[in-house]
């Protein structure tokens, strides 16, 4: 018997309709991967399923039981977990906190039952094999571990139905391959797994059934095991779709980007160079450096000891706008908590950088701004209806690339780039690739961080690898090897 029927689904936000007829059936069980293009519809018939949106149209049955329209509780109660695409912790509250919000233990009269809640996390971390520790304000957590903390979230409320909308973003390799192994075993037990990714070797690794949803409706459904990559991306994109070699060797200019003997939080010592017109991949396990090192070049993190020069004048007071103002751009990781600004709109959202920086604008034309967001829109391809929308309406793949636009709006000579492809699908990634290698033909200096190592392949000249806080290894291009990588950045090497 199936456990969740979504039948003939449909759904209009201020009348554009962004799911037509959609039709969806999970067995106990089973992994079954949603796949699509950004704005596909995805995450909205997930909010659907689990009652965060009301459809227009359509049914969802549930172990037999017709769920009611937009309840989330109902959902809930019903054993319907949700992993949210966007991270959806609160930084105040301590790790234990997090994962009992609206589930408290208590005791007779309310009083929350403290002990008994931080010793069942302490279980729960243990059973799933991880390093979090209950006590720590979330806040303190990088981003890969809050991930872990909301997939604890949802393994806790012992959910028959787990939604997991691009749950590995921040992961790593070693981290995925965990969480694929606690995925595995309460498959064992029945549990069932609705998986979003734009990663398909994910897909091909854990998942056994697929639906593929493109413009708003259903395409193609089917077992992974009769499938290939290549026919789900056409199934996404429409389209034969051609993953190519984009990068090509480029003559370097001068050197742009100094870096000396730099120390701060949770790196040391880090010294390396950057040319102007080049592209640097970082890349490294959780807690290895990259990310901080990037932050703290940007200033927003305190620099200990060691100097950063840019364009041959050492940056003396750190701080963000100092960086800017040096020509130095930030896309920072984790969009929800670092760029996204929810109250704005997309225009605002996409121009607040530059405006920070140009003092000599005092005044905002619209017309001329409309005309510049006219033209990312078309570069980027994103799927966006007005530019006065509020960011937060678009799907998670097309907010990035607001993010993008962001800084390629900026006159920034270097770009730091944290995950810059963050749950963007795999055509946008090839344009995103595409666009990185221009500016640095068009002179500009790019450091990307990743976690992908295919990612630096397509790209990087030349490929640093951080392992506990320094330089473990700096690779040129031909020498990228997913292998040799992973072999730098666990200290094997
Ligand atoms: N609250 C909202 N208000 C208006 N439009 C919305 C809202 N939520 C989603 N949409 C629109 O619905 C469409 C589908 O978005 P959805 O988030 O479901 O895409 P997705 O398949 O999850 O994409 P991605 O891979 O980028 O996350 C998009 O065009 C988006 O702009
Ligand atoms: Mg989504």
Partial sequence: MELLKMEHISKSFFGVKVLDDVSLTIRPGEVHALLGENGAGKSTLMNILSGIYTRDEGTVTFNGQELPNGSISAAENAGIAFVHQELNIFNDLEVYENLFLGKEITAAGGRLKKKAMIREAEELFREMDVPLKPRIPAGELVTGAKQVLEIAKALHSKAQLIILDEPTTALNNNEIEHFFGLIRSLKEKGTAFIFIS???????????????????????????????????????????????????????????????????????????????????????LQGAGCSEVLQTIFGALPIHSGKVEVGGSSMSAETIHRAMKTGIGMIPANRKENSVIPDMSLLENMYISRHTIDTKMPHISKKAEEKRFGDYKKTLNIKANNSDDLIVSLSGGNQQKIILARWLDTDAQVLLMDNPT????????????????????????????????????????RCIVFYHGGIAAELPHAQIEENTVMMYSTGAL
């Fill in 198 to 284: 734009h990663k398909m070797p994910e897909i091909f690794a854990i998942a056994d059934e697929y639906t593929v949803l493109r413009n708003s409706r259903f395409i193609s459904t089917g077992f992974i095991k009769d499938t290939t990559a290549e026919a789900i991306t056409r199934d996404m994109v429409g389209e034969t779709y051609a993953n190519e070699d984009v990068y090509v060797q480029r003559e370097l200019g001068d050197e742009i980007l100094k870096v000396e003997h730099l120390t701060g939080s949770g790196f040391s010592d880090v010294s390396f160079s950057c040319r102007k017109g080049e592209i640097v991949g970082f890349t490294g």
């Fill in 422 to 461: 963050q749950g963007i699908d795999v055509g946008a990634k090839e344009e995103i690739y595409r666009l990185i290698l221009k500016l640095a033909e068009s002179g500009k200096t790019i450091i990307v961080n990743t976690l992908e190592i295919p990612e630096l392949k397509k790209i990087a000249d």
